[in-house]
């Protein structure tokens, strides 16, 4: 994952402003610390720090057309870059970069190219002939982006908001599918899918259809000349993307780094997801990494994680704290890009309030939302998390196509039926039960959904609360309302992640770029309606959903037994 930062239209032209710019692109260097760019032309800057993922010798960014009257510095991955190429067969490349096809694209199609691309990806590209410039984000927000604007009339862009939050006036997350033309000087939507418009879909559900289309996901994404793994909790999704990784790694480019697959957990001692994690791991006879971490050194990350996720969001930095944690440790062996879980839960109705939805409307509905706000929570967990240690993350889930197959499928199918044997994400559960030829054990397959931050370690958010509460005072949370006034923060954790985001970034428009509004499990606000209880416990956590996670507190009481055995030890 690379880092980018684009200024146009500058007032000043001089070599400060330059160097001002290689400042503030060096503050994203953690996300591509293997080679730094930066080209300009009269008045407009397009700086790269690249992780080289793709062609690490020669594809250095920004990139450009034949004659270099077009340039293009990009984040992200293009997955279908060979058979666009082959649209171009008149065009030269000058690399071997999976990006360069978007300088090409944009010379053939001009700015309509957008929809073509399969990938995960933030760009700008500027037009020397005519001085104009595109950005566009990929059609989830994987790939993080942010809009800004000078006092000087510049429009900037960058990959985080701390490359251009001390220079714009105002600055916004920039939104996914959507692209920037300087000619009209305002976005417009390009990703036009089906569902977006959140009309019910009647597609029947067909297992080797919605099989097939994930296996497809996976395996575009293996597309890498450098070292790989996969993250690995052991839950359903996870052990999903494990599975099919391993099932298909010998007959893929990245079969060069071998052909066993390198899998990665962490959490406290005794938590579900090691133990979990350990048992796939075995059974798909993965080499497989396992992190430990104490809730003093998640307590002692959290301004770090914070500033790198440019968060505030409970949930957020929850999970984000054993993401970032282990992120280190992957790219300690010399990995540099993972494949993850992340989105499953959005597309299927995995979050254990999906139990509660009236019918199959609200429930596809609320699919539907949790998609579109997925890049403010766990796509901005996700490549954040492991950006800060030089490490891309890939997820599958969210891959274009899949989409498009899931949700047109009719949300009866998805709906949480007891009566009927069926649990949370029973559809993508049951396309993966093959007896022939098994992805994963019964109970695996068929394993209750954990989040992230639950399944490290229960105590960790008890830790979390814990910590909080020692650094906020009742007064403190009292006066909240007048001391934020714009999402402000309802219990005393939420507040001390607050207080380090605001000194990190002070301005409004920096705190405007975090979701607000009641949530309980994960919940949107308006699934908060589901259940009359739920408006007493808003609590982002699983557990919140109460009367659903039946193992929530054996596993607490459990894990808890373990941390006593081994301070013991």
Same mark, same amino acid.
């Given at each position: 994952?690379?880092?980018?930062?684009?200024?146009?239209?500058?007032?000043?032209?001089?070599?400060?402003?330059?160097?001002?710019?290689?400042?503030?692109?060096?503050?994203?260097?953690?996300?591509?610390?293997?080679?730094?760019?930066? $080209?300009?032309?009269?008045?407009?800057?397009?700086?790269?720090?690249?992780?080289?993922?793709?062609?690490?010798?020669?594809?250095?960014?920004?990139?450009?057309?034949?004659?270099?009257?077009?340039?293009?510095?990009? *984040?992200?991955?293009?997955? *279908?870059?060979?058979?666009?190429?082959?649209?171009?067969?008149?065009?030269?490349?000058?690399?071997?970069?999976?990006?360069?096809?978007?300088?090409?694209?944009?010379?053939?199609?001009?700015?309509?190219?957008?929809?073509?691309?399969?990938?995960?990806?933030?760009?700008?590209?500027?037009?020397?002939?005519?001085?104009?410039?595109? &950005?566009?984000?990929?059609?989830?927000?994987?790939?993080?982006?942010?809009?800004?604007?000078?006092?000087?009339?510049?429009?900037?862009?960058?990959?985080?908001?701390? &490359?251009?939050?001390?220079?714009?006036?105002?600055?916004?997350?920039?939104?996914?599918?959507?692209?920037?033309?300087?000619?009209?000087?305002?976005?417009?939507?390009?990703?036009?899918?089906?569902?977006?418009?959140?009309?019910?879909?009647?597609?029947?559900?067909?297992?080797?259809?919605?099989?097939? &289309?994930?296996?497809?996901?996976?395996?575009?994404?293996?597309?890498?000349?450098?070292?790989?793994?996969?993250?690995?909790?052991?839950?359903?999704?996870?052990?999903?993307? &494990?599975?099919?990784?391993?099932?298909?790694?010998?007959?893929?480019?990245?079969?060069?780094?071998?052909?066993?697959?390198?899998?990665?957990?962490?959490?406290?001692?005794?938590?579900?997801?090691?133990?979990?994690?350990?048992?796939?791991?075995?059974?798909?006879?993965?080499?497989?990494?396992?992190?430990?971490?104490?809730?003093?050194?998640?307590?002692?990350?959290?301004?770090?994680?914070?500033?790198?996720?440019?968060?505030?969001?409970?949930?957020?930095?929850?999970?984000?704290?054993?993401?970032?944690?282990?992120?280190?440790?992957?790219?300690?062996?010399?990995?540099?890009?993972?494949?993850?879980?992340?989105?499953?839960?959005?597309?299927?109705?995995?979050?254990?309030?999906?139990?509660?939805?009236?019918?199959?409307?609200?429930?596809?509905?609320?699919?539907?939302?949790?998609?579109?706000?997925?890049?403010?929570?766990?796509?901005?967990?996700?490549?954040?998390?492991?950006?800060?240690?030089?490490?891309?993350?890939?997820?599958?889930?969210?891959?274009?196509?899949?989409?498009?197959?899931?949700?047109?499928?009719?949300?009866?199918?998805?709906?949480?039926?007891?009566?009927?044997?069926?649990?949370?994400?029973?559809?993508?559960? $049951?396309?993966?039960?093959?007896? $022939?030829?098994?992805?994963?054990?019964? $109970?695996?397959?068929?394993?209750?959904?954990?989040?992230?931050?639950?399944?490290?370690?229960?105590?960790?958010?008890?830790?979390?609360?814990?910590?909080?509460?020692?650094?906020?005072?009742?007064?403190?949370? @009292?006066?909240?309302?007048?001391?934020?006034?714009?999402?402000?923060?309802?219990?005393?954790?939420?507040?001390?992640?607050?207080?380090?985001?605001?000194?990190?970034?002070?301005?409004?428009?920096?705190?405007?770029?975090?979701?607000?509004?009641?949530?309980?499990?994960?919940?949107?606000?308006? @699934?908060?309606?589901?259940?009359?209880?739920?408006?007493?416990?808003?609590?982002?956590?699983?557990?919140?959903?109460?009367?659903?996670?039946?193992? @929530?507190?054996?596993?607490?009481? @459990?894990? *808890?037994?373990?941390?006593?055995?081994?301070?013991?030890?």
């Amino acid at each position: 994952m690379c880092g980018i930062l684009a200024v146009l239209g500058v007032a000043e032209n001089s070599q400060s402003k330059r160097s001002r710019i290689i400042e503030l692109s060096r503050r994203l260097r953690h996300r591509g610390p293997d080679w730094s760019g930066l $080209h300009h032309h009269q008045n407009c800057y397009l700086a790269h720090q690249r992780l080289a993922i793709v062609d690490p010798a020669s594809g250095d960014q920004p990139l450009y057309n034949e004659d270099k009257t077009v340039v293009v510095t990009v *984040n992200g991955e293009i997955y *279908n870059h060979k058979e666009l190429k082959e649209k171009l067969k008149s065009h030269k490349f000058r690399t071997g970069s999976d990006c360069e096809v978007i300088a090409h694209l944009y010379e053939e199609y001009g700015e309509e190219f957008v929809d073509m691309l399969d990938g995960m990806f933030s760009f700008v590209l500027l037009d020397t002939r005519d001085n104009t410039f595109i &950005a566009a984000r990929d059609c989830i927000g994987i790939t993080p982006l942010y809009i800004g604007w000078g006092l000087d009339g510049s429009t900037w862009f960058a990959s985080e908001m701390k &490359a251009l939050s001390d220079d714009c006036e105002r600055f916004m997350s920039f939104l996914p599918g959507h692209i920037y033309s300087s000619k009209t000087g305002s976005l417009r939507r390009w990703y036009n899918p089906p569902w977006y418009a959140e009309t019910i879909p009647s597609t029947p559900y067909e297992p080797l259809v919605l099989r097939k &289309a994930f296996e497809k996901a996976v395996t575009k994404r293996l597309m890498t000349d450098v070292p790989f793994g996969v993250l690995l909790s052991g839950g359903l999704d996870s052990s999903l993307v &494990a599975s099919v990784a391993s099932r298909y790694l010998a007959d893929s480019a990245a079969a060069q780094w071998g052909t066993q697959l390198h899998t990665f957990c962490v959490g406290l001692m005794g938590s579900p997801d090691l133990r979990a994690a350990r048992e796939v791991a075995d059974y798909l006879g993965t080499r497989h990494h396992e992190f430990h971490f104490t809730v003093q050194e998640g307590i002692d990350a959290l301004e770090e994680v914070i500033y790198h996720t440019e968060t505030y969001d409970v949930t957020t930095i929850r999970a984000s704290t054993p993401m970032f944690l282990m992120s280190r440790k992957i790219k300690s062996l010399g990995v540099k890009m993972v494949l993850s879980g992340e989105g499953s839960d959005e597309i299927f109705g995995g979050y254990l309030y999906f139990h509660k939805a009236p019918n199959k409307e609200e429930f596809h509905q609320e699919t539907c939302r949790k998609i579109k706000a997925l890049h403010l929570y766990d796509c901005l967990r996700a490549n954040k998390s492991t950006s800060a240690w030089g490490v891309e993350a890939r997820v599958p889930f969210l891959d274009k196509e899949f989409i498009n197959v899931a949700m047109s499928i009719d949300p009866e199918w998805k709906m949480i039926r007891p009566d009927l044997g069926r649990i949370e994400k029973w559809i993508l559960r $049951h396309a993966f039960d093959d007896e $022939h030829a098994p992805y994963l054990p019964k $109970h695996i397959l068929y394993r209750q959904k954990e989040q992230f931050s639950d399944g490290v370690g229960y105590s960790w958010i008890d830790g979390l609360k814990e910590h909080a509460n020692q650094q906020v005072t009742d007064a403190m949370l @009292a006066n909240a309302s007048f001391v934020y006034p714009e999402n402000t923060p309802t219990t005393k954790e939420g507040y001390y992640y607050r207080t380090i985001f605001e000194r990190f970034f002070p301005k409004n428009s920096a705190r405007s770029t975090v979701p607000g509004g009641p949530s309980v499990a994960c919940s949107t606000a308006k @699934a908060v309606e589901w259940d009359a209880t739920w408006s007493k416990n808003l609590d982002p956590s699983g557990r919140a959903a109460l009367g659903v996670h039946l193992a @929530a507190y054996d596993e607490a009481k @459990a894990a *808890n037994e373990a941390s006593a055995v081994n301070s013991v030890e």
